[in-house]
C-alpha cells in the first residue's frame, strides 16, 4: 500500500479513537446529569477510574482474549498478555498489500477505548445505591474477561463470525452486552429507596438536565468515530456513508422519541428526547454500513419511538434504572442487531435468525457472567449501600466531599458586607 | 414593640416592597419559603411519572415595627399582596419584648 | 487523483463534519448558560430538536435547492429528493483528476451540519417568551427552504456566485441569514416582560457564565472545521492558512470586545468579551482564506469591538436579544462580508459594492421570508407564550419539568440527619 | 514527498492544533470547578483572555524569539516579527524529501497554542486573589518572552538540545516551565485568606466538581494532540504508540492518585484522582516516544502517586494552590522529565544527569524571571486584592456580576404563582 | 392565636407532615435552616484536610394555629418527630397578637 | 423563655458564633436571610446595564434561651456583631409561651 495511503488510513482509527475517548466523557456527564445531587461525585468517581481501569485490564489480558489469532471459528481462546510491538512502516506496508492492516498501537489502542465504554454504561444503570468498591471490582473483572470472550466470538474471528452474524460496530457487543450486564445488577440491587411506593411510581429527576444534554451531544459527537472508525480504514465512501447513517439515525430517534413522548405523556420530556437520540445511535450501530440514509431514518426513528416505551415497561416491571441504560442500550441495542436482518442490503429471515441467535447468545452469556459476578460480591462483601448512606447520599457517605460545595460555612452571598 | 411576619406569593414580593415604600417603609428582612396550603400546586412530569410538587414557593417578609406604625404596615400589605384568589398567604403580629440595633447599641424606638 | 491524496482529502471534511456538529452543542451551552434557570430545559430542547430536523429536512429537500446542479447562475433551482449514491473509489478518483470532488455522502453531510446551525442562531435570540411548537415549525420551513435558496445564490452556483461575491465559509449565508430570521422573530414577538420598563433596561443576567464560556470555547473548537473545512480539500497550504486567521481574528475579537466594553462600562464583563470571541470568529468567516495574519487581526479586532455598542445599540432600540445573536451573527456578519472588499487580496470598491450587494439582497429576502412565516404562524396558532407562562419560566409551562431539580422534598442539604 | 503523505502528516498536526486548543477550555473548566462559586466568572475570564493574548503574543515575537533559526546552540536569539509566508505546494513538497516540513502556517499554530498553555496552568495557581489587571500585564510578557526563550534552549535547537536534552512534547518546557512561574506567584501573593489558621488548614473545597471533571476528560481529549501532535508528522507507528505510552501513562496517574490517596486519607477524594490522571499525562509528556506500554504505566503510576504526597507537602509549607497546579505540572514535570533518564530507550546516568540540567535552568530561568516580573508589579500596582474583595468574592469586585445569578429580585422559584 | 415553630430533621419532615395530615392540619409554612446543637456533624475531607461541616440542615415547621388545637398540633409533631437519638430538635409555642388572611382580610380564627 | 432573634452581617456570622461558644451557647438555628436597610447595595453591570441588588444577604439567628441567660446573649450579640458602620442588623427578643424537647418529650427549661 501506498505510504499516503497507509498514513491517512491509520489517521483516521486514531482520530476515531479519540472520539471514542470523548464519549466517557459523554457518559460522565450525562449520567452525572441524571442523578441526584448527591450523588454526582460518586457517578464522576465511578467513570473516571473505569477508563483507567478498563484501559489497564484491556492491556493485560482484554487484547490477548479478544483477538487469540489462531483459526478462529471458536469459543475462546487466549493469545498473550500485552501487546505485540508493530514492525517498521515497511513491514506495515508490506503486510497491508491486500488491504489496511493496522498497527498493533492502533489497533489497540482504539479497541482499548471501546472496552471500557460498556462498563460505563452499567455504571448509569446501578447508580445512587451501589457499593463503589464492589463496583470496581465487578468493573475490572467484567471487563477483563466478560466483555472480550463475547467479542471475541464475532470481531475475534470466532463462531458467531464464521456463522455470519453481523454486528458493525457493536450494537449487540458493546451495548446490548453492557446492558445485559447492568439489567443483572438493576435485578440483584433493587431499587432506590423512595422509587417504587404503594402509591405508584416516584419520579427522581436528575440533577442538572444542562449536563445530561452535554452528556448526549459528546456521546453523537464520539459515536462519528464509534461507527465511523469501525469502517477500520479511512475508505472515502465507507466512512462518508457511515456518517450520513449515523446521524440521521440520531435524527430519526430524536423526532422518534418527541413523537412517542408527546403522544404518550402530552409533555416535552427533555431526558425522554435526549434517550431517543442515543436510541437511534445504538440502533444504526450493528449496520451503520449496509443501511441507505432512508433505511437509517426508520431503524433510528424506531428506536426512538421504542425509548418512552421501554423506559415505562421498565418501570411497570420495577426495575429501576436512574439514566435509562437499559432502554437505551440493551432495548435499542437489540432492536438495532435485528434490524440488519430486516433493513439494509443483508436483510433476510435467514439474517434475521443469526442476529437473533448471535444477540440471545451473547446476551445469556453475558447475563449469566454479571450476574455471578454480581451475586459472588453481594454474598461476599456487599453490593448495596445501607439505607441511611443511600439517604445521605453517596458523595458524602462513599467520599465524604460534595459535588457542589459552598465552602464557607455561610454561602455568601452576591453582597456579602 | 411590634413584629409583623407575611407570607406572601413570590410574584407580589415587588408589589408589597414597592407599597412599603410609598409609606417609607425601607427596612426589613425577607426570606424564601415553602407553603403548604390550599392552593393546588403545579405537577411535574419526568420520564412518564406524573408528580406534585406539593408546596409553593412563597417569601416571608419580616418587619419590626412600633406600636403606632404596625396597623397601617399590616394594612398595607393586606393591599397589595392580595390577588384575591387562593393561595394569596397570611400576616402575623406578633410583641417584641426587647429590640437593639447592633450598631447604635440602642434599644426599641430608638433601634429602628 | 492519488487514492492516499484523496482519501486524505475526504478525511478532511469528515472531521470538519464532526468539528461543525460540535458546534450545536456550543450554541446550546451558550444559549442555556444566557438565560434564565427557569427557561433552560427550553433552550436545550430546542437546540436538541434542531439539530435532528435540519440534518432530516437538508436530506430530504434541502440538499436539492442548494445544489440544484444545472447551468448555475439562477434564483431557484431543485434537483431531486434525498441524495444520488456516490459511485465507486475509482470513478471517484477519476472524477477528482482536475482536483478534489468529494463523493455525495462527504458532501451533504458537512453542508447538512451547517443548515442547522442558521436555526440555531435564531433560537437564541427567540429564548425565553417564544412557543415551543410555533418555533419548531419556522424552524422545520426555515431550513429546508429559505436557507437552501439563499445558499444556493451563492455556494449551489446561482447568480450571486456568477456576479463574484464571495463568502468563503459563510459570515452571509449562514450567519447573516441566522441573523436576519432572529431579527424577524424579535419583532414580531417583543420584548421579554420587564426589560424595558419605565425606569430604564432591565438587565436579565443568564443564569450560568460557566455554561456559557463552554459554548464559547465549543464554538471556536468547531470553527475551525466551520471555516478550515470550507477550503473544501485538505490543501496543506490553505488550511494551515484558515486557521491562522480564524484563530487570529478570535484572539482580535477577545481583545476588541475587552477594550471597548471597558472603556464604555467601566468593567470587564464576561458576556461580552465571549460575544467578541464570537463577533471575530464571524467576522473572519467570509474571507478566512484571503487575509494575512495582521489583516485577520484587525477584521477581528473591530468585530469584536463592534459587540458592545451593537448589543446597547440594539437594546436602545428595545429590540430584546438574550443572547446577542443579532449583534454576533447579524452585525459582524455584515462587517464580515464587507471587510472581504476592503481588506486582504480581493479588496477594492468594486468587490466591496458587489458584498454590499449580496449581503443586502440575501437579507432582504431572509428577512421577508422570515417575517412572513413568523407573521402567518403568530396570526394563527401564535407565537408568544402567556405571560403567565413566562413569568412561571417555559420549563413549567411548555416542560412540565426543571433544569434542576432538587429531587426530594426538600432538597437533602450536605448533612442530612 | 509524496503529496498525499504530505497532506497526511499536515492533516494531523492541524487537528493536533484544535486537540490542544481545547484543553484551554479544560484547563478553565478544571479551574472554575476547583475555585469557589464567588470567584468563577474571574477564572473563566483569565482562560479566556489568556488564549487570545497567547496567540497574538506568539505571532508578534514569541514565534520569532523561540525559532531563530541560524546555526542553533544558542542561549537567546530572535529571527523576525510575525511569520513567513509558506512557499507553494511544490516547494513544500521538494523541502519535504527528507522528511515531512510543516507549513509555517501549520508550525505556527500548533506551537502558538502550546504556549498559552503554560499561561493557563499559572491562572490556576494565582486564583482567587490576583488582580486582573496585573495577572493579564504578567501573562502578556511571560508568554511572549520567557516562554520562547526557554523554549528555544530546547525546541528552538538551542543549548541544551545540543547538550542532548530530550523532552518530547514538553514536560519541562511547558508544564514545569508553567509551575515555576505559578510557584513564583504563590511566594508573592501569599495564601488566600482564612486558609492556613492557628487551628490549621481549613479546606477550601471547588465549588462545581462536575465542571472539574470536565475539565479533566477534556485535557486528556486534548493530550492527544499535545503528544501525538508532537511526533511531527502522522507517522503510522510513532502517533499509535504515542496515544498508547499517553493513555496508559494517565490510567497509571488515576490508580496510583486513588491508592496513595486512599491510603492516605482512608476515602476516594475525587479532586485527587482528577490531578492524578493530569499528574500521568504530564510525567509521559516528556518521554512519551520512548517508553513502552508497562514503563508508560509505571511513570504515570509513579506520577499519580506523588500527587496527594506533593498536595499535603505544599499545604505544609503554606503555599497555597487552589487547582494543585504546582503538583501537577511542576511535580510530575520534574518527574516525567527525569524519568527519561530512569525509563525508556534513552535511559542512563548520562541522560539523567543531562535532563537534571535542563530542568533546573530551565526551571531558575523561569522562576526568577516570573518571580520578578511579579515583584515589579506588586510594589507598582500591586499584584493582590483588597481583603473586602477577596471577601466579596473577584466576580462582584472585579466584574461587578456574578457567575450564577438569579436574574429576579428573588430566585423564582419551580412553582412561582 | 398561637404559632409553633417546630426544628426538626430534614429525615423527619415527611412523617411529621402526613401526621399532621392525618389530623387534617394542611397548611402551614416551612424552610430549610441550618442548627448547631449536641449532634456532632459530618467531617468532610478535600484534598487532605478534614473539616466539620459544623452545623446540621435540618427543617423548621411554622403553623398559626388556635388556641383551642395547637396543644394536639405540638403532641403531633413531639410524637412523629421522634427518633430518640440526640439532634431531634425543638418546638416552641408563641403568641399571636393578629392574625390576617390576605385573600379575605379577615383576621385571627376566621384567617385561617 | 424567651427567643432571642438577629439579624447580622454575613461576614460577622463566624465571630457571633465564636462569642456565643465562650460563653457556652453552643446551640442555635440559623439562615440565610436578605434584607432591605440603610446600608446601600452592590451594583452590577450586565452587558452595559447597571442595576442595583437592592438586597443586602444576612444572616439570622435564632436562640432559645432562660429568662436569667438572654440578657447576657443578647449583649455578646451586640458586641461581637458591631462594626460601626451601617448595616450591623438588628437582635429582637419575644417571649415563648411553651418549649419542647422532641428527643426527650420535656418542656421549657428541661427542653434546652
Ligand atoms: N395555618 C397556617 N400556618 C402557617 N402558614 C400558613 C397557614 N395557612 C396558610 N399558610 C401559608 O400561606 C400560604 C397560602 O395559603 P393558602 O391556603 O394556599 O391560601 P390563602 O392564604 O389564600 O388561604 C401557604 O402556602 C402557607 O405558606
Ligand atoms: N437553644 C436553642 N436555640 C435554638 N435552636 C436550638 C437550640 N437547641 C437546639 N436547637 C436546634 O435543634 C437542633 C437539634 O438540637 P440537638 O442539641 O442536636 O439535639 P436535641 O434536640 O435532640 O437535643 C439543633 O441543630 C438546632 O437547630
Ligand atoms: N425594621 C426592620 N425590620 C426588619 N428588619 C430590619 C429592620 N431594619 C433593619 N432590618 C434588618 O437589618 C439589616 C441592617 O439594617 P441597616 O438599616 O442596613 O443597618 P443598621 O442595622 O446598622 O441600621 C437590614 O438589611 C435588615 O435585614
Redesign the interface.
Known amino acids: 500500500m501506498?505510504?499516503?495511503?497507509?498514513?491517512?488510513?491509520?489517521?483516521?482509527i486514531?482520530?476515531a479513537?479519540?472520539?471514542v475517548?470523548?464519549m466517557?466523557?459523554g457518559f460522565?456527564?450525562l449520567e452525572?446529569g441524571l442523578v441526584?445531587?448527591?450523588n454526582?461525585?460518586n457517578i464522576?468517581?465511578k467513570?473516571?477510574?473505569i477508563?483507567?481501569?478498563g484501559?489497564?485490564t484491556y492491556?493485560i489480558i482484554g487484547y490477548g482474549l479478544m483477538y487469540p489469532g489462531g483459526e478462529g471459528g471458536g469459543f475462546f481462546g487466549f493469545k498473550q498478555f500485552?501487546?505485540e510491538e508493530?514492525g517498521?512502516?515497511a513491514s506495515?506496508l508490506a503486510a497491508s498489500s491486500e488491504g489496511f492492516v493496522m498497527?498493533s498501537?492502533?489497533d489497540?489502542?482504539f479497541q482499548?477505548m471501546f472496552a471500557a465504554t460498556c462498563a460505563t454504561i452499567v455504571s448509569g444503570a446501578v447508580a445512587e445505591r451501589i457499593k463503589?468498591g464492589s463496583f470496581l471490582i465487578f468493573v475490572t473483572i467484567f471487563v477483563a474477561i466478560s466483555y472480550p470472550i463475547t467479542g471475541m466470538w464475532q470481531w475475534g474471528g470466532g463462531w458467531l463470525n464464521v456463522m455470519g452474524f453481523y454486528d458493525f460496530a457493536g450494537s449487540t457487543l458493546v451495548h446490548a452486552v453492557g446492558g445485559f450486564a447492568a439489567l443483572a445488577g438493576i435485578l440483584l440491587l433493587g431499587a432506590r429507596t423512595g422509587k417504587y411506593t404503594d402509591k405508584?411510581?416516584?419520579?427522581?429527576?436528575?440533577?442538572?438536565?444542562?449536563?445530561a444534554?452535554?452528556g448526549?451531544?459528546?456521546l453523537?459527537?464520539g459515536w462519528?468515530g464509534f461507527n465511523?472508525g469501525s469502517v477500520l480504514s479511512?475508505?472515502?465512501?465507507s466512512?462518508?456513508?457511515v456518517?450520513?447513517t449515523t446521524?440521521?439515525a440520531?435524527?430519526?430517534?430524536?423526532?422518534g422519541a418527541?413523537i412517542i413522548s408527546y403522544v404518550?405523556?402530552k409533555?416535552?420530556?427533555?431526558?425522554?428526547?435526549?434517550n431517543g437520540?442515543l436510541g437511534g445511535l445504538v440502533g444504526i450501530t450493528a449496520g451503520a454500513d449496509l443501511m441507505s440514509?432512508?433505511e437509517a431514518?426508520a431503524i433510528g426513528g424506531i428506536a426512538g419511538a421504542i425509548i418512552?416505551l421501554s423506559?415505562?415497561f421498565f418501570?411497570k416491571m420495577k426495575l429501576d434504572d436512574p439514566v435509562?441504560a437499559t432502554s437505551v442500550h440493551l432495548v435499542c441495542g437489540i432492536w438495532g442487531t435485528l434490524a440488519v436482518g430486516i433493513f439494509g442490503s443483508s436483510a433476510g429471515l435467514g439474517q434475521l435468525w443469526i442476529q437473533f441467535v448471535g444477540v440471545s447468545t451473547i446476551g445469556l452469556f453475558t447475563f449469566a457472567f454479571a450476574f455471578i459476578l454480581f451475586y459472588i460480591l453481594k454474598v461476599t462483601i456487599g453490593i448495596r449501600v445501607t439505607e441511611e448512606e443511600e439517604?445521605?447520599?453517596l458523595d458524602?457517605s462513599?467520599?465524604?466531599?460534595?459535588?457542589?460545595?459552598?465552602?464557607?460555612?455561610?454561602?455568601?452571598?452576591?453582597?456579602?458586607? | 414593640m411590634k413584629k409583623i411576619e407575611a407570607i406572601v406569593r413570590s410574584s407580589k414580593f415587588d408589589d408589597v416592597k414597592n407599597a412599603l415604600s410609598d409609606i417609607h417603609v425601607d427596612f426589613f428582612t425577607f426570606m424564601e419559603v415553602k407553603g403548604f396550603g390550599k392552593q393546588k400546586t403545579e405537577h411535574?412530569?419526568?420520564?412518564?411519572?406524573?408528580?406534585d410538587v406539593g408546596y409553593i414557593a412563597r417569601m416571608k417578609l419580616e418587619i419590626y415595627s412600633t406600636d403606632d406604625a404596625y396597623e397601617e404596615i399590616v394594612k398595607i400589605i393586606l393591599n397589595s399582596a392580595k390577588t384575591g384568589e387562593i393561595g394569596d398567604g397570611k400576616v402575623i403580629v406578633t410583641d417584641i419584648t426587647e429590640m437593639w440595633s447592633v450598631r447604635l447599641g440602642t434599644k426599641n424606638e430608638s433601634a429602628l
Not at chain 1, 2 to 12: F, P
Not at chain 1, 398 to 417: C, F, G, K, W
Request: proline share 5%; glycine share 8%; charged share 10%.
Open positions: 501506498d505510504e499516503g495511503l497507509y498514513i491517512a488510513n491509520n489517521l483516521w486514531l482520530i479513537t479519540i472520539l475517548f470523548i466517557h466523557l460522565a456527564s452525572a441526584r445531587k448527591k454526582t461525585v464522576l468517581f467513570n473516571t477510574m477508563v483507567s481501569i484501559l489497564l492491556y500485552g501487546i508493530p517498521d512502516l506495515l498497527p498501537w492502533t489497540f489502542i482499548g463503589l405508584g411510581i416516584k419520579p427522581i429527576p436528575g440533577h442538572s438536565l444542562p449536563f444534554t452535554l448526549v451531544f459528546l453523537w459527537f462519528f465511523g479511512a475508505d472515502a465512501a466512512v462518508g456513508k456518517f450520513v446521524s440521521l440520531a435524527a430519526g430517534g430524536t423526532v418527541f404518550m405523556f409533555t416535552h420530556d427533555l431526558s425522554m428526547v435526549l437520540v440514509p432512508m431514518i418512552p423506559v415505562v418501570d435509562g439517604l445521605k447520599g458524602i462513599e467520599h465524604e466531599m460534595s459535588a457542589y460545595s459552598s465552602s464557607d460555612t455561610v454561602a455568601y452571598n452576591l453582597n456579602v458586607q | 411535574i412530569v419526568y420520564r412518564g411519572a406524573v408528580y
